[in-house]
């Protein structure tokens, strides 16, 4: 039996192996193939539930299974697998692509009576004849070809780049002498010491990965050290790569996908691709988008300005640097929030094991939401991976499973850096037997691995991570619409879809829920108010500094989507933003761009301003949790009840802004989130 031919439960990821892909894919192909000619002939009636019966049927099965290939090449990859997913992805591809173009069946669609569909199907129908258009749907003759080629292309390209960006942060390792180490934390060190054994190596092997590569930059006091490492963390994949390294430049892809995006859009009749973008967004055009991001960067640029003050005068008055180097800022910004809020991020990440850190997520997420989350069994793809499921507690004697999730905490070889959250299955009332499909969750992080015995242990960072995720996992789970292109996240406009993840950020500095979330490795003890009344203080430290920056990426995102011509060089754009909004310069070789993965390899191509957009809804939102909370710094659960059914069940069954006024009672404002970051100044308010 071909382990992803099985769709009666959950994924058999223990038992899929590279040589079931390509015959599973073929034979699913196939009966997509059928089900589309099958729904398209003349005498199939017009009607939605039949078409779903047939074709979303087996499009689900297609799906689901390339689901699970997709996220093995992102969580295990191997020289084998990746072949094997490289030979299918054209073939996906073109399926697609076939698919979101074909006329019979967008004449199909175009002919489902409106008054035969129920709100959510209304929605799902919407967006179809949408995506129809945006898929190349009413394009003929040879520009139709020209569409198909380019959209097998850019899944080729887009593969490679992230191959690249792979390959070229695993292919790094320094082994460093003991003494090179100095103010480096005790466990980073091991860490490091453990894998050099593991190698049969001397020394302790640095690794560009985040759980390592972070802590050296912030605690090492070798400038060399940290030269060394931030040179070739920052030249990953590009030209400017060491030579054993230049085989993954991601140069060339770039270009081409830009190019490649330019044809897309021209063929739709879009001046260029960012345009084309934002047609499914909220947002109403790219202007609109870049007008947003250079008036955040103008309010936050005062603040940022006063932290790049305060960091040069500390480097040179305490530590001697009068000119630091880019490889310096993060250790003198670390030394700098020693010295005026008296912790460092290695004290606090004593308190925050993660078994502790999980227990206290799954009480603050039980207590709002009113659900119940179990450890539950599935087949997983590595020992470190967990299961869970969550429940809605009934008055009768067994409680109603509302959806699962895999959780997948460390960072490891061959498997894509970040942290992201992936769907496996969606809730749906199945039109072939009319059960109802629970949703199946991804959550997959790239903390620091347990060290000597001791449970794996998480930076503050790193727990707002874990919180943003599963903000992202709760929509998709506690969804009650069972539509399956409306339920979850499917269907929520992507400038929209931050919005429950960064909203669950803001439970991270909330001390009635740290309080039960914390324990500190050796004693037990929770994290001390005196601590976390430090750690609030410094919450906004730079964060001036930080939203340009985030805002340096987006401009550039949405400016290099925005241009008449496709860029060949990126780096004249990247200077001229860099020009207009940052205050700190990186040197002349960084090449930061060729591992941007989010926007050439991960969907948010002119969509990476999606996380400042979120944030305005996400901070407005959590402002109605601030505003109910009692004397003891405990939200109004009816806010949490409010919250699940204005955004979380509703998944994309309607616009975004109709959700957020359904919560709301209004349309967003900037207030929050600047008052959030410590950018308000006396008498300030503004309308988004």
């Not at 960067?297 to 630091?324: I, N, S, T, V």
């Not at 619409?481 to 979850?488: A, H, I, L, T, Y």
């Not at 803001?506 to 979330?517: A, D, G, K, R, T």
């Not at 806010?639 to 994309?652: A, D, V, Y």
């Amino acid at each position: 039996m071909n382990p992803l031919l099985c769709f009666d439960d959950l994924p058999l990821f223990d038992q899929i192996h590279p040589e079931h892909v390509e015959p599973a894919i073929a034979e699913l192909l196939d009966a997509a193939n059928a089900a589309l000619t099958h729904v398209t002939a003349p005498d199939f009636v017009a009607n939605w539930n039949a078409i779903a019966g047939v074709l979303d049927v087996a499009t689900e099965r297609l799906s689901r299974a390339w689901g699970a290939v997709n996220h093995l090449n992102s969580v295990a990859d191997t020289p084998e697998l990746r072949a094997a997913y490289n030979v299918a992805l054209p073939l996906i591809t073109e399926f697609y692509t076939r698919l979101g173009a074909d006329e019979r069946l967008y004449a199909k669609y175009k002919s489902i009576p409106c008054d035969t569909l129920n709100a959510e199907q209304t929605q799902a129908h919407k967006n179809a004849l949408r995506n129809f258009v945006l898929g190349g749907a009413d394009l003929l003759g040879d520009a139709r070809v020209h569409f198909a080629q380019i959209q097998e292309r850019q899944a080729a390209v887009s593969q490679k780049f992230s191959e690249n960006a792979l390959d070229a942060t695993d292919a790094f390792a320094y082994f460093a002498t003991l003494d090179e180490l100095a103010g480096v934390p005790d466990d980073i060190v091991q860490t490091a010491l453990n894998a050099a054994q593991a190698e049969g190596q001397e020394g302790y092997k640095l690794t560009l990965k985040m759980p390592c590569y972070l802590p050296l930059m912030q605690f090492a006091r070798s400038s060399s050290l940290r030269g060394k490492l931030y040179r070739a963390y920052v030249t990953r994949a590009s030209d400017q790569s060491a030579d054993n390294a230049r085989q993954f430049d991601n140069s060339a892809l770039i270009a081409e996908l830009l190019t490649l995006r330019q044809q897309e859009a021209t063929l739709l009749g879009h001046a260029n691709f960012a345009a084309l973008s934002v047609v499914p967004k909220m947002a109403e055009s790219a202007q609109q988008v870049i007008a947003f991001l250079r008036d955040l960067a103008h309010r936050a640029r005062p603040f940022a300005e006063k932290d790049l003050a305060d960091l040069r005068a500390f480097a040179a008055e305490q530590l001697g640097l009068p000119d630091p180097q880019p490889w310096d800022w993060p250790y003198v910004s670390e030394l700098l929030k020693e010295a005026r809020y008296a912790f460092n991020e290695q004290a606090v990440k004593q308190y925050f094991p993660l078994p502790k850190v999980l227990a206290g997520l799954f009480q603050i997420v039980e207590t709002l939401f009113d659900v119940q989350i179990q450890p539950d069994q599935a087949s997983v793809w590595h020992p470190d991976v967990r299961f869970f499921r969550i429940e809605r507690r009934t008055s009768q004697a067994l409680p109603i499973l509302l959806g699962q999730f895999y959780l997948d905490p460390g960072a490891r070889n061959g498997k894509r850096g970040g942290a992201w959250m992936d769907d496996v299955r969606a809730r749906w009332l199945r039109p072939d037997t009319g059960q109802l499909q629970t949703p199946v969750a991804h959550l997959v992080c790239n903390f620091a691995n347990p060290v000597e015995g001791r449970p794996a242990l998480l930076t503050h960072d790193d727990v707002t991570t874990l919180f943003h995720e599963f903000g992202h996992g709760l929509q998709h789970l506690l969804t009650q619409v069972n539509e399956r292109d409306v339920s979850g996240i499917s269907g929520v406009e992507w400038d929209a879809v931050e919005l429950p993840s960064q909203f669950m950020e803001n439970f991270c500095w909330e001390w009635s829920v740290l309080q039960n979330m914390t324990a500190h490795v050796d004693t037990g003890e929770a994290l001390p108010r005196d601590l976390f009344d430090k750690m609030l203080a410094a919450k906004n430290f730079q964060s001036g500094m930080q939203t340009l920056r985030q805002i340096e990426f987006s401009l550039f995102d949405m400016l290099l989507h925005s241009a008449e011509q496709p860029f060949t060089d990126l780096m004249p754009l990247l200077r001229q933003v860099r020009d207009e909004v940052a205050v700190l310069q990186p040197p002349e070789w960084a090449r930061t761009a060729h591992t941007f993965s989010h926007i050439f390899a991960g969907g948010y191509a002119a969509g990476y301003y999606s996380y400042k957009w979120a944030e305005v809804l996400s901070s407005d939102a959590y402002a109605a949790f601030e505003e109910s909370m009692d004397s003891t710094g405990l939200p109004n659960l009816q806010i949490g009840e409010k919250f699940r059914q204005s955004i979380l069940e509703t998944g994309g069954s309607r616009p975004a802004m109709d959700s957020f006024k359904a919560f709301r009672g209004r349309e967003p404002t900037l207030d929050a989130l600047l008052r959030h970051q410590g950018m308000t100044l006396a008498g300030e308010s503004a309308t988004c």
